[in-house]
């Protein structure tokens, strides 16, 4: 049974950081794609950030970019998405996801498809006070 467990949210105030890790269990091998959601209140879920465990590549949203890091630790098994430079904006709940390689198109659309990702996370609040 393949289980993803987020970890890391809190309380920060803007301009602080967190790193979530999302440990993954179950996966037969590592070609996967993982991901972090995001949704605040009100809002539309939002893809942030993903890497192929396979080959290591990345996508940020505009967003994102430049503040945030993702990572892997095949190792592991667990993803990490570093938060610097937070706002107020990034007050969330996140979301971590893992899909097939094979059938992510992210790189071809320019953003993250949340019906291409097979397993998710309970999600781990973010919060940022102004």
């Known amino acids: 049974e393949v289980r993803l467990a987020e970890s890391g949210g809190g309380l920060v105030q803007a301009g602080g950081s967190l790193r979530l890790s999302c440990a993954a269990s179950?996966?037969?091998?590592?070609?996967?794609?993982v991901g972090w959601f995001r949704q605040a209140p009100g809002k539309e879920r939002e893809g942030v950030s993903c890497?192929?465990?396979?080959?290591?590549?990345?996508y940020y949203a505009d967003s994102v970019k430049g503040r945030f890091t993702i990572s892997n630790d095949n190792a592991k098994n667990t993803v990490y998405l570093q938060m610097n430079g937070l706002m107020p904006e990034d007050t969330a709940v996140y979301y971590c996801a893992a899909g097939n390689d094979l059938y992510n198109t992210v790189h071809v659309m320019g953003y993250m498809i949340g019906s291409e990702y097979d397993y998710w996370g309970q999600g781990t609040q973010v919060t940022v006070s102004s």
């Open positions: 890497i192929s465990t396979s080959d290591g590549t990345t």
């Open positions: 179950g996966f037969a091998s590592h070609d996967y794609t």
